[in-house]
């Protein structure tokens, strides 16, 4: 009717009237109007052009229409909004009304998801058109403010620019003055409208925008929850900083509008919840930004009416769904101006102690039980970090419980209002977590407040009384309750209660049993037992878990209560419960079990089988507390391993549920068999074991980390047997490629794991040879860097283990050389690890010490410790301080870097306390001949470099005297040849290496101790060192040594160039052979031959110290000794040494340095046995005359002969004429003349000149037919020769002058000058006697010899004599005169003349 054209206009008022009241009362009729095709299109237009009742009433069914969310939009979309705000603005009171119900229906559409409707209200000016509506509020009936209000609550959240349109139109201010005015709904949106103006800066935030659009679109929720959900969407802008200053700005517009004040007003009790709760939002929302409202809300008394707000819900028994969200925005809003839920916490504590009236009191108590109840961990970690440098935490939880409590007390009681908060604030206490972290036994507390609760009259005031004494006076709960009393009521509230009382009285009974082993008993005697078993089967879920605890105590408390609980039957109401209660139940009851059922008691097989089926039924579904149960009593079984046998039979299926399909159950298997395997060596060592290794394996390799670690601790457990079990070896290859794998996962712990299991595999050699030993060291070097110490100790067995059981090839040497896996094992060893782990780690070094050189590029597998010297110092401090197998170990590695680094290596010896002591412990005590010889290496390095301190230590340790009888037995028991030993050292290590070498340090070491001073050389001597070191010169003798003996190393003993033979047994008895005593003991004598045949060697180190020896005989020995020395042919080959070039002894020179020996061994014997009158004057000096006369001539190899053969000559001369005669026949004086010709150096032409004037004493070669030329060559010395040979040139010819034929000669005249200027020389000197005596008595005696040189020639030729020195101005006779009056000098030369003061 309302299509027809033809209907008047009450017939379209009547229609319209009608479909008002079906849309109003019938769901359906408000569907069928919706969906007919031209219904809202009709009533759109009664809207914008019919009469006033038709369009009242066709407003009134597009509303209704509007509350079936799919119509909403098809109305909107109908153009409606235009004629409707039209209505609004210009109907009475009633279309007003009808017009207002309907746009806020059809505001709900803007409030949901769609964007339709949001845009349609945008674009047709909606809310500048309702703002403008409620400017005017003055003549419109308050209920159509309310729904315009809602409305525009509605459209705040979607509508595009709403609140910049808002706020132009002054919007902000319109809202404000609605919270004083109107019906409680148009408060309470005007509220929810400020609060949502507040948040709106978070909102710009997308997600947080669609977040409180979703809330709103649930239907009518309070403002703050939408405002809170968006706000939590936009955390991330949030504490970016983003929306805060225009937040700010947004609160400050509010609160200059005057907002607060109404706001608070609304908060009185008498108010709407709605309307208190949104007015608390508001007031949360400007506190959170505006500081100046904190203040201003504070000071409007607003604290105190927020306090009684959150305790409104529970002080006026609130029902509705706004109740709680009250309580949260008071609290917000008092943590806010508080600073925080912690501070709001603090300062209502604070306040309950300031509380005026009991009202007041229980309202602050009220308030901080719920402060209590909320404060998250967050809040207070918030707080102390605020209060660092400040105190800390602002909850003081003691303070507060003290004061809750005194309210308790029966000596001042509270008011029932009073009592009754403290005990919810005490709840709300004991139940955070967070806070009750500071107070003591807070679970027991809570249970305690639980049962006050619970019970009635005279029971809760003894429970009141219990629970002051226990947080007042500091009572424990045992004495709290009165012991055995306490117990039997709590035992009976286990039966006839309350669930609740039952929770609350099984927990605390659970806290006694762990605190108090007396209440075991109690429990026991009051027949605590077989409720608690019924409480397993019949309780809540928390007394069947405290139930299962208590139960679990009870067993492990002694064995009487353990079978008063299985008498009960506990075992199988806790079977029913592993396998059906809670995740806590679940493990509570199995270590009830554990504790209650032993895998050697009566009920453990039915047990086993129970545990069995549980696990392979479907429930429970997690299998971790079952496996648990099941893996103790299995290790506990004896039948375990027994076909057949129950226990057997679960261990299969513990095998097979390491493939089952959920992670949880594999870990868990894997963890029991690890546990298994780890106990029991027998099924390590049955079939089980190698059936359990593939799966196993198959975790390793495909499981995630946690269930690949551990698989890899069954494998670890599993291997410890390895050797033990053929068939578990076999599968056992299967595993080393992925433990290999796994060793190199990113979590250390899961590595570690890998790492122990690859350690027990690679105990096999077999396996480990198949192990990929280049793969493996990467993560087994990084494991020794990074580990736990028990992970370091594994990868140091793996890498021992791994070396042991191969030759070390290059590529596996690059890897470790790559990896820096030698100074990662030093590093271990550094940082104080376990004996195990350190011994692991030296045992892998060892092994590394071993390698041969060639495999690493030429490289010894320890050079780096070479290289970075520090890195020793971590083993010199195991060879000082650690075990004696780790000292062993220490020096097996430390021996190898002798060679390379032997200043470095004594340096921290000597400067390492204990490390001589443990050293020489080590030479002495250890059966290894390899560790002998180490330490002896190791003890030259550092006696070589600090001789005394370490002699002082060895003396102070009393180590001195067995050290070097230890050395003398090494040294005698060696037997070996050169050439065996020089193979072994080639081809053998270990003990075959320290076998060729152990004669070559225990010389090097006797020879270091020998020189340190005369009692050492005898403490030697008297060990036999000499009988020892004769008799294997003799044998070296024997066998052609000196033939074939090598050449020197470089003195430390270690390597064997002539594999500790001759010339170090020769030096060391060169070092003995400084002591007198020694010398003449009767072995001395003994070793004279083999030392005389060491000296024909064409080895130069050999006949050096050869020498040596001889000389350190010569020098302390007898006239007997020497006559020995000379008898065994030794002086000629001394000869031979002498005058080699320097450069060919240097290095020899320097080693007898360090000996204190002489640098020219062979020239101090020579001169020592031609002293020997015998020697000299017998047929041994004759016989070495020709021998030195021809060391005259310069040699190339012998630059320095000629000198040291003229002093052994003129030695020679001076006491025998029968050697001046020798020496003449084989052309002495020709060899001397001719010497002279070459213009030797000053001394060595003194030396010459000298020995011609001792040969010239001797009457037969003054008349020799070389005189002449000998003379030619004095009268030559004379002019044009040094200084010092003219003395000796003046007197030899005085000599010659003796015989006529030389005096008449042309020589004889050409001497004539140059004697008389050296007898003129004296007046220069003695013109300068008055400036000084020095070189007087040179000059004197040159003039002497000079004057007694012209007397002898002035005989026949004194014309002569004197025209000359008249001619020179040399008055002689005065000159003469002066000598005889002067004092006698000692005599320059050897001459007959010349002895007697120089005159004739």
Known sequence: MLRTAGSDADEKERVAMQLSQLAETSVDARAAIGYHAQAIPLLVGLVRSGTLPARTHAAATLGAICDEQELRVKVLLGGCIPPMLALLRNGPKDSQMVAAEALFAMSKAGSGRDAVGSRIFASEGVVPALLQQLQKHAGIHPDVLGLVTGAMRNLCYAVPGFWRTVEAAGGVEIFTSMLSMGRPATQENAAALLTSFLTSPYLAHPNAAAAAAQQQAKGKTPAATVAAAAAAAAAAAMEGGEGLEEAAKAAARVVEAGAIPPLLALLQPGREVAVRTEAAGALRAISAVHVAAREKI??????????????????????????????????????????????????????????????????????????????????????????????????????????????????????????????????????????????????????????????????????????????????????????????????????????????????????????????????TAAGGIPPLVSLLGTGTAKAKEDAAELLGNLCSYNEDIRACVETADAAPALLHLLGSGTERAQAAAARALMRLVSGGSSGASGAIGQLTGILVAEVPESKVHVLRVLGQLLADSPDAADDGSAANEALQTLVALVESEREETQESAAAVLANLFAAREDLREGPVAAEAIPPLVRLVEDGGEPVAMQAARALAALFCSIDSNEEAAHAARASIFPLVKLARAREMAVAEVATTALANLLANPELALLAPADEVVLPLSRLLREGTPHGKEHAAG???????????????????????????????????????????????????????????????????????????????????????????????????????????????????????????????????????????????????????????????????????????????????????????????????????????????????????????????????????????????????????????????????????????????????????????????????????????????????????????????????????IANSGAIPLLLALLGRAEADVAHLRALADDFELAGSPEQAALEKLFRCDDIRAGRHGSVVVPQLIALLTPNADQPSAPAVAIGLLTQLAGGSSANRVAMADYRILEALTTYLTLGPQEAMEEAAVELLRVLFQADDLRLHAAAPAAMDQLVAVLRVGSRGARLPAAAALEALFAVDAHRGSDAALHALHPLVDMLGSGGAAAAGAASGAAGSGAVEGEQRAAAAALCQLAQGNVGRVLQACEEGGIPLMATIQRLLEAPDQPPAGGGSSYDKGGRR
């Open 798 to 1124: 793996a890498l021992a283990h791994l070396l042991h059981s191969r030759p070390l090839d290059e590529e596996l040497a690059e890897s470790i050389r790559q990896c820096s896996t030698v100074l990662a094992l030093v590093a271990l060893l550094a940082v104080g690890a376990s004996e195990d782990a350190s011994m692991a780690a030296l045992e892998a070094l060892a092994a590394l010490a071993r390698a041969k050189a060639q495999n690493w590029g030429g490289q010894a597998p320890l050079a780096v410790l070479s290289e970075v010297p520090y890195s020793m110092g971590p083993l010199v401090a195991v060879l000082a301080g650690g075990s004696a197998g780790m000292q062993e170990k220490a020096v097996e590695v430390l021996s190898r870097l002798c060679k390379d680094q032997p200043v470095t290596l004594g340096d921290m010896i000597a400067a390492t306390d204990n490390c001589v002591a443990a050293l020489t412990a080590r030479i002495t005590e250890a059966e290894s001949l390899e560790v002998k010889v180490g330490g002896t290496a190791l003890l030259i390095c550092a006696a070589k470099e600090h001789r005394a301190a370490t002699m002082a230590a060895m003396e102070a340790a009393g180590t001195l005297q067995p050290v070097v009888r230890c050395l003398v037995d090494m040294l005698a028991a060696q037997q070996q040849s050169p050439d065996q030993q020089q193979q072994q050292l080639e081809e053998g290590d270990g003990e075959a290496s320290a076998e060729a070498l152990v004669s070559s340090v225990a010389l090097w070491l006797l020879a270091v101790m020998a020189s340190h001073d005369h009692p050492t050389r005898a403490l030697v001597a008297a060990a036999g060192a000499v009988e020892v070191l004769v008799d294997r010169l003799s044998a070296l003798s024997a066998e052609g040594e000196g033939a074939d003996d090598a050449g020197m190393d470089g003195g430390d003993g270690t390597q064997a160039g002539d594999s500790g033979g001759a010339w170090v047994c020769a030096l060391l008895l060169a070092v003995l052979f400084c002591n007198r005593d020694v010398v003449r003991s009767p072995v001395a004598l003994r070793a004279i031959p083999p030392l005389a045949s060491l000296l024909t060697s064409p080895d130069p180190s050999q006949r050096y110290f050869a020498a040596q020896a001889v000389a350190s005989l010569v020098a302390s020995g007898s006239r007997g000794t020497l006559l020995a």
């Open 298 to 523: 504070a000071a409007a008394g607003g604290v105190g009416m927020l306090i009684r707000a959150t305790m409104a819900p529970s002080a006026e028994m609130m029902q509705t769904g706004y109740a709680q969200v009250l309580q949260e925005n008071a609290m917000g809003a008092l943590a806010n101006i508080a600073g925080g839920k912690a501070e709001v916490v603090a300062s209502l504590a604070a306040a309950v102690s300031s509380a005026h009236s009991d009202r007041e009191l229980a309202d602050n108590i009220g308030a901080l039980a719920y402060a209590l109840m909320v404060l998250e961990e967050d809040d207070e970690e918030g707080a102390a970090e605020d209060g660092e440098g400040g105190g800390g935490s602002k909850v003081d939880a003691e303070g507060i419980e003290r004061a809750l409590v005194e309210k308790l007390s029966p000596l001042r009681p509270a008011s029932a209002l009073v009592q009754e908060r403290s005990i919810e604030a005490l709840a709300s206490l004991y139940g955070n977590g967070v806070v009750a972290r500071g107070l003591s036994n807070a679970e027991g507390k809570r249970m305690l407040v639980g049962l006050v609760t619970l019970s009635p009259g005279d029971a809760q005031a003894e429970l009141v009384e219990a629970l002051f004494n226990v947080c007042v006076q500091g009572a424990d709960l045992w004495s709290a309750l009165h012991g055995r009393e306490g117990v039997l009521q709590l035992v009976g509230l286990l039966g006839l209660s309350t669930e609740d009382q039952q929770e609350c009285a099984c927990a605390l009974l659970a806290i006694l049993s762990h605190e108090e082993d007396e209440s075991k008993w109690a429990i």
